[in-house]
């Protein structure tokens, strides 16, 4: 594991402690409200979840990204496999996104 998909995890787990974390079905309630920052998408989500997420992200202009698996990311959150997270916080947003960008470099 690369030293920032484990800041990343690391950082979930922190959103999650720090109660700035919604996931699985309460997040699309939350993204209809406005009320999440970026929208983090598993990868071996279904393509329905993916298509559903992506569409409503992108028409409220709320950045997603694809990272990781279900299992994964239910571990970095303390809870059974998750297809779906959204960060409520702007700062976790931010900074989780700024890792994934250095990820992919």
Not at 26 to 50: E, P, Q, R, Y
Not at 57 to 67: D, E, H, L, T
């Amino acid at each position: 594991m690369k030293t920032s998909e484990a800041k990343i995890y690391s950082f979930l787990g922190l959103a999650t402690r720090a109660g700035k974390i919604v996931s699985g079905e309460s997040t699309l309630a939350d993204l209809k409200k406005g009320k999440v920052n970026l929208v983090i998408l598993a990868d071996d989500a279904s393509d329905n979840t993916k298509k559903l997420y992506k569409d409503k992200s992108s028409y409220r202009s709320i950045p997603y990204v694809y990272f990781s698996t279900k299992l994964q990311l239910g571990l970095a959150i303390g809870k059974a496999p998750r297809a779906v997270i959204g960060i409520k916080d702007k700062n976790f947003a931010d900074k989780i996104s700024e890792l994934m960008e250095t990820q992919k470099i």
